[in-house]
């Protein structure tokens, strides 16, 4: 869980469970309680009635009224129950309203003690029961023991309290989902800048933008500007590097020129001009292949632009067309429309002026140049398929695997050979990409620099 | 032939300069990107010799403002920084063809002979115009299979008319490109070439090579055949 906008809105969920769920327990607990205490006080009510209610009858026992004040004892079912036992336990009275139902009898229990009760009918109908124990003294002075016993039917209480619960969860739930849409909405408002900053440094990376906006809040600013800074330090150094390699292979070429030029004047015998020519023939390769390193590499990501391949490949062909005039090569290109390549447009001429080149030179009369994108799961930036045929002599295989062996091992290289797919390897490697060298369709050598996709930041 | 060089190392130039004049070129040097443009737009050039990496003024703008300027010329460029990013730049910006530094000059003067060749419209170093047959490399000519022993001078003029077959041209744009700066320039004595060499070329005057066009220069007048 990488993004911040998810990390809050599940701790943020997971509290308003926690919350929400504690007071709905306290809430219900409460409203149960309180009901209950009601109902034990109407039930109390009800047995005072009962108390009330009865009287000794000629037979020195004791009865009740046919109808009861309370109306619930007289209809049938209405969940309201009276009994009388005597200490026997045997049934004395039982409302109307028990017709057919056997209320549970209890033990005796001591003389005065008034308890409350949860049972249940043999229908497992929830009872409230309270019982009472008297000593009921008749008017001749004896006493006898008796038990009242009232029962209310606890179902439509139990009905209210689940009502009561129903209620209080559906608020909470209507709440909390409020909240969090609240919550999100707000967030999105809050994260946006964050996102911006994502979405412009994604488009850096992709070419489509050279620098961050500066259009941020103030607690962003500061992170902006030092992006930029080091966008442009980055940008700025590279710029430099490839300055001061120019400026030397400038530096040492022109001598080396002019020596060369110098040694045609020397009267010498021609031996010693050739060994002066094989020595600067080596101080040429030298600095061609050391200060031709790629200007970029696949690290440098927010220092590389979107190179167009199809317009820098016509600028290169129509370039090769005036250099190779008189050999005139049919150069076909066949680059994927709207295709770019992301890195440095140096290194990517190098790699196709050198492939082109070679094949210009080897070729018997047909060139051709093929570029189309790769694509991998998750990129973000597609990769590059380069190939260039000719209908060539071709490289034979153990020459390809010496020729990209050279470079490795410079000094040992037999000059103005192969330096050029060495740099052109090189700057491959440096994209994290390959070079292969097989035979082609055409006849000759086919060359392929494949440049793998550059993929997506951490979204595995 | 003229050609202008503009190089700033002064050894580089001046033994360029030397060998290309050995070479039976005539010579224009500069030093400086400005002093270089003012040669390229201002005098008669017939090619031109770039170094990119000049003092004061650029060799691609050289090229780019020699080329807004209507001039045609070739041009070669000299170039140190041999990433193909410079040459594309320098090719697209209106030059013809490279030299990467160090370069040997034999190099130099097989694109230079190319180029001019080029710029006249032929396919090869060998003319051909009829029996009339001009090798570039060897500075040879031959009329019928038969060498033709020609001076300098002669070899020079028949060239540059040989290269612009077709052309009517002057006499001032024959003294302009073929003496050297310093030489004492006169008419009459191209008049005098061009007789020597209708002599040598057609000595039964059946041939007509070089034509005469009154006021208004010469012209080589046999169709191109081949090259």
Redesign the interface.
């Known amino acids: 869980m990488s993004s911040l906008s998810a990390r809050l809105l599940v701790s943020v969920s997971v509290l308003l469970l926690l919350f929400f769920g504690a007071t709905i327990f306290v809430l219900d607990t409460a409203f149960q309680s309180a009901g209950e205490q009601a109902r034990r006080d109407i039930l109390d009510g009800h047995l005072m009635q009962l108390l009330a209610a009865a009287n000794p009858n000629v037979d020195g026992a004791l009865s009740f009224p046919p109808d009861l004040h309370e109306e619930r004892f007289n209809t049938i079912g209405s969940g309201l129950y009276g009994e009388l036992r005597d200490d026997n336990n045997e049934l004395v009275w039982r409302s109307r309203s028990a017709l057919g139902l056997e209320i549970p009898s209890v033990e005796f229990p001591e003389l005065g003690d008034h308890a409350f009760k949860r049972e249940s009918l043999a229908d497992e109908t929830p009872l409230l029961t309270l019982s009472l124990a008297v000593q009921w003294e008749f008017p001749d002075g004896e006493l006898k023991p008796y038990v009242f016993k009232v029962a209310e039917s606890l179902d439509s209480f139990n009905a209210q309290v689940a009502g009561f619960r129903r209620q209080l969860i559906g608020w909470f739930a209507a709440i909390a989902l409020i909240m969090l849409l609240s919550i999100s909405v707000l967030m999105r408002g809050l994260l946006k800048p964050l996102r911006q900053i994502e979405t412009e440094i994604g488009e850096i990376e992709e070419g489509k933008r050279v620098s961050l906006s500066e259009k941020f809040p103030t607690e962003l600013t500061g992170v902006a500007r030092n992006m930029n800074l080091l966008i442009d330090n980055e940008r700025a150094r590279s710029d430099r590097y490839r300055y001061t390699l ?1 400026n030397l ?2 530096s ?11 040694i ?2 020397i009267a010498a015998e021609r031996r010693l001009q050739g060994r002066f ?1 094989e020595q ?1 023939d080596r101080m ?1 390769e030298i600095v ?1 292949y050391q200060l ?1 390193k790629p200007a970029a590499s696949v690290a440098d990501n927010l220092v590389l632009t979107a190179v167009p391949v199809g317009k ?1 490949v016509e ?2 062909v ?2 090769l067309r ?2 190779y ?2 050999k005139q090569p049919l150069i076909e290109t066949d680059v994927a429309a709207g295709m770019q390549f992301r890195g440095d ?2 290194d990517f ?2 790699v ?3 492939l082109l ?1 070679n094949a210009c030179k080897w070729c018997a009369g047909r060139v051709k140049i093929t570029v189309t994108p790769s694509t991998g799961a998750r990129a973000i930036v597609s990769g590059m398929i380069l190939t260039v045929d000719d209908d060539g002599p071709g490289i034979p295989e153990e020459a390809a695997e010496a020729l990209l062996e050279r470079g490795t091992r410079l000094d040992e290289a037999t000059p103005g050979h192969g330096i050029g797919l060495a740099i052109v390897k090189d700057i491959a490697r440096s994209y994290g990409g390959k070079l292969k060298i097989a035979r082609s369709d055409l006849g000759g050598a086919k060359i392929t620099v494949s440049i793998p996709p550059i993929p997506g930041p951490g979204k595995a | 032939m003229r050609l202008l060089v503009i190089e700033d190392d002064d050894t580089l130039r001046e033994s360029l300069a030397e060998q290309l004049v050995e070479a039976g070129y005539a010579i224009e040097q500069a030093a400086d990107g400005r002093e270089g443009l003012y040669f390229a737009l201002e005098y008669p050039v017939d090619l031109a010799i770039v170094d990119l990496g000049l003092p004061e003024m650029s060799g691609l703008d050289i090229i780019r403002q020699a080329r807004e300027q209507g001039k045609t010329y070739p041009i070669l460029i000299l170039t140190a920084r041999d990433r193909w990013e410079d040459k594309v730049d320098g090719l697209s910006a209106g030059a013809d063809d490279y030299v990467v530094k160090p370069f040997h000059f034999e190099e130099v003067s097989a694109r230079v002979h190319a180029l001019l060749r080029r710029s006249g419209g032929w396919a090869s170093s060998v003319l051909h115009a009829g029996p009339v047959v001009l090798d570039m490399s060897r500075q040879e000519l031959k009329v019928d299979d038969a060498l033709i022993e020609l001076t300098s001078f002669e070899y020079k003029i028949i060239e540059y008319l040989m290269l612009r077959a077709g052309q009517v041209i002057s006499k001032t744009e024959l003294t302009d490109r073929l003496y050297d700066q310093d030489f004492e320039r006169d008419s009459n004595v191209i008049e005098v070439f061009i007789g020597r060499l209708r002599k040598k070329l057609d000595p039964e005057n059946s041939l007509n090579p070089i034509e005469t066009l009154r006021g208004r220069g010469y012209r080589f007048a046999i169709e191109r055949s081949e090259g």
């Open positions: 120019d292979a400038h040492l070429k022109t001598p080396l020129a002019a020596m060369r030029a110098l045609r004047d020519n600067i040429d061609r031709r820098e600028r290169l129509s370039g005036k250099v005039h008189d447009t140096g001429l190098e196709a002026g050198n080149d």
